[in-house]
DNA sequence: TGAAATGTTGGGGCG
DNA sequence: ACGCCCCAACATTTC
């Protein structure tokens, strides 16, 4: 009897899994593996949230293959070596999966299918991850797009992505199982627990992504185009870490909002619909401007920006990192970060632009940090966003377009419900102040408990200035 | 998916 | 009634 190896990596999930309905559809038995091998990942190796996540995840996958008479195979070493052995101790010369685009991960897995083939493998992969693949979408003069408009229009113009497909009711495993190693090997987890708040936030797996779904689109989609914008709200649909480890397919997403808009048949359910899309829309921006231009992770793409006279002060970081900016919305921000592995996008845009504009430290390490602290945390996704922050990626905001902490908070947080819940030293402040305590009197301060410099910072530094030192250094860059 | 600076308009107070 | 000033409200330009 044949046997097939699929190889999980971002597609943990047993619906919608082309590699795996492939697989079946090929005969004979089905084996399901996972190699932790992070370091063929480059300089982009999973952060800490990212790996407390995928703890879960697997764990959680692995049941499901269990219910299913089947099994998780867990590895860890060197791809190719891994994959080698399992084929060998169960008789597969097949290998299927689902596509990744990172730089990196293409280097390896072009070697892989080759070195695999040359042995006589099997090896085929398929596209889970994306809508479209990178290569699908290119403007009339062949170019990848690089402008988000254009790009979206040719992605609604083009052919509906496939229906998604349902999970298989049944794996056949091999006559025997290949070794394992245990979950807890990989040595996933932190040594020491700073994941509570994440366990009170999260449900890692597809079962905490289908539930997740099914929220939005029953309490969520309605009023996305304007609760979106406002964390104080639980206005978005929070799917972000389940499709980064593919825990949902973003086909089924896509299916599932547009039937929901098309059977309420009202027109704000159309608009909402359009306006969810179109975030799915950058993300799916983010994984092709990645693919076609490698070098992004770490450098800008508009070459200029090499050239930008950056100030990366240490402590200054620090605080930003920690949340004692002064700036309270940041402050939350960060807070919220650290403590559930997520942060709010509007507040995300407010934190990137505070880190690069009012500090002028270099973007780069505002994805570095990002990278190890977010649970959703997406190679593409983090370096469009900040490049877009930053002002020097593809259609990013203009660099001269610099976030006000206070007015965005005023404007997004009005009753400062958010700050509230994430810096509670300000929680007996009232609203016009807490977004600015440093403009309250004495008395409002004392009555509030808020000693500034002591209980809460200072500003680390002043908007209006660090908002003009910005646009001098970017003139520094202009011919 | 900005915000500040600058320009324009129009109503009202007032001599 | 008129001209003048002020300024809020809005629009446009600039960074």
Redesign the pocket.
Known sequence: MKSTLVLFRHDLRLDDNPALLAAIERGGSIVPVFVWSPEEEGKWQPGSASRWWLHHSLASLCQQLRSLGSNLVVRRGNTFTELQRVGEECGADALFWNRRHEPAIVERDTTLKLALRERGWTVQSFNGQLLFEPTQLRTRGGQPFQV?TPFWKACLAHSEPNEPQPAPGRLPAPKAWPQSEPLEALRLLPKIDWASGMRAAWQPGSEGAERRLQRFLEEGLETYPTD??RPDRDGVSSLSPHLRFGEISPRRVWHEVKKLAARAKRATLDRAAESYL??LG?REFGHHLLFHFPHTTDAPLRAEFAAFPWHDRPSEVKAWQRGQTGYPLVDAGMRQLWTTGWMH??VR??VASFLVKDLLVPWQTGARWFWDTLVDADLANNTLGWQ?SAGCGA?A??F?????????GE?FDPLGEYVRRWVPELGQLAAPWLHRPWTASPATLAEAGVELGKTYPFPLVD??EA??RA??A??KIKK
Not at 400 to 408: E, G, H, S
Request: no cysteine.
């Open positions: 988000f979106r914008d179109r975030e950058w996008n509007r845009m407010v877009w259609d905001a203009p001269f377009r610099i976030f006000n902490p206070v007015m965005q404007r908007h209006d908002r003009k646009l001098a970017l003139e």
